[in-house]
């Protein structure tokens, strides 16, 4: 940061090295506030604290100054994610309970730019991005991961399209969006399941675009989290039922009448170890579809049709070979579990 003065204009002491530091900005303007409030307004008002910060802006980046043709668009999304991704698991790796996993990479298919001429009304030209999902959420120290998060860049802020206005709006045919089981990034906490959506044109043809690296970035863990499901695109060939894979992370190209794609989402990383997962939440994701019997055996060390629960739901343990095993004895049947996950 250039041209910041040695003295703080608040407190009247000097900065260190010459440098402003945002822990001392944050003291400066605390004190600041406890000064106004007992009315003794001693430092100037806050109101000119941004001239004294200069933003040096490249030309021609990704989040920068733009010249034609380079777009900043993906400054806010993929870039963003990227960045906030990085942080969030730098964190984490400070210490248990803080940071959290990475989230899905944004803009797969589903939330493509779909583009065409409209044949019911008269050809009229329609360009719009819809949003029919995204990636998934990140698992956290305290909660699972967010199934509508999206993207990282916008923090969960876009709404989810609702498949019955986009067909009304658009020339499209919306023939599938469910949630996938078995594809969240595990954890003591588990990052957001993957998505497969497909749709397609209705009496013409609809290029789309998107930019997703979620193929060949999946969602990483943190803090000894697995990753989630990464994306994948398809496209399916009218008449054929053939699926051709479309493997580019930036992909714009033209659905023929007929012709679908088909959107994989990825899912959210998950945060700390699946073994110190709460049963009853792996109980609760297998009765609810989230994952299956075998996942919840072999990641999460649980077998939920032999194992049973109190009147109040506490965990009881599972069956063992002379009745009920105790909270004790369960432990070593998953150690298994653990000497698959760390061979080593």
């Not at 440098?19 to 003794?40: E, N, P, T, Y």
């Amino acid at each position: 940061m250039r041209g910041f003065p040695s003295i703080c204009a608040i407190t009247r002491k000097p900065l260190s090295c010459g440098r402003f530091h945002r822990s001392q900005g944050v003291r400066a303007l605390r004190l600041h506030g406890r000064r106004v409030q007992h009315g003794r307004p001693q430092g100037p008002p806050n109101a000119g604290s941004y001239r004294r910060i200069d933003v040096l802006l490249g030309e021609g980046t990704v989040c920068g100054i733009p010249r034609h043709p380079t777009s900043t668009s993906v400054a806010t999304t993929n870039l963003g994610d990227r960045v906030t991704c990085a942080v969030q698991r730098a964190l984490a790796d400070i210490g248990d309970g803080i940071g959290m996993a990475d989230g899905g990479a944004a803009i797969p298919a589903t939330g493509a730019v779909i583009s065409g001429s409209d044949p019911r009304h008269g050809g009229a030209p329609f360009c719009n991005e819809v949003i029919l999902l995204g990636g998934s959420g990140p698992g956290t120290p305290h909660t699972d991961g967010w199934l509508t998060m999206l993207t990282m860049g916008n923090a969960g802020m876009p709404l989810v399209d609702s498949i019955e206005v986009d067909e009304i709006h658009h020339p499209m045919l919306v023939t599938e969006r469910r949630l996938i089981p078995d594809t969240e990034g595990e954890g003591r906490f588990r990052g957001g399941p993957g998505f497969r959506v497909e749709y397609g044109p209705v009496d013409c043809d609809m290029e789309l675009g998107y930019v997703c690296d979620g193929s060949l970035n999946p969602a990483k863990g943190a803090r000894g989290g697995g990753e989630g499901c990464p994306a994948r695109h398809y496209k399916r060939i009218e008449g054929q039922g053939e699926l051709v894979e479309v493997p580019d992370t930036s992909a714009q190209y033209v659905l023929k009448r007929g012709e679908t794609v088909i959107s994989y989402t990825p899912g959210g990383g998950g945060y700390g170890p699946p073994l110190e997962r709460d049963p009853e939440r792996v109980q609760k994701d297998v009765t609810e579809g989230w994952i299956t019997h075998e996942r919840a055996r072999d990641v999460y060390g649980r077998d939920h049709r032999f194992e049973r629960f109190g009147r109040r739901g506490r965990y009881r343990g599972a069956p063992g070979r002379h009745g009920w095993l105790n909270g004790r004895a369960w432990p070593r049947r998953r150690q298994a579990v653990t000497v698959a996950r760390n061979p080593g």
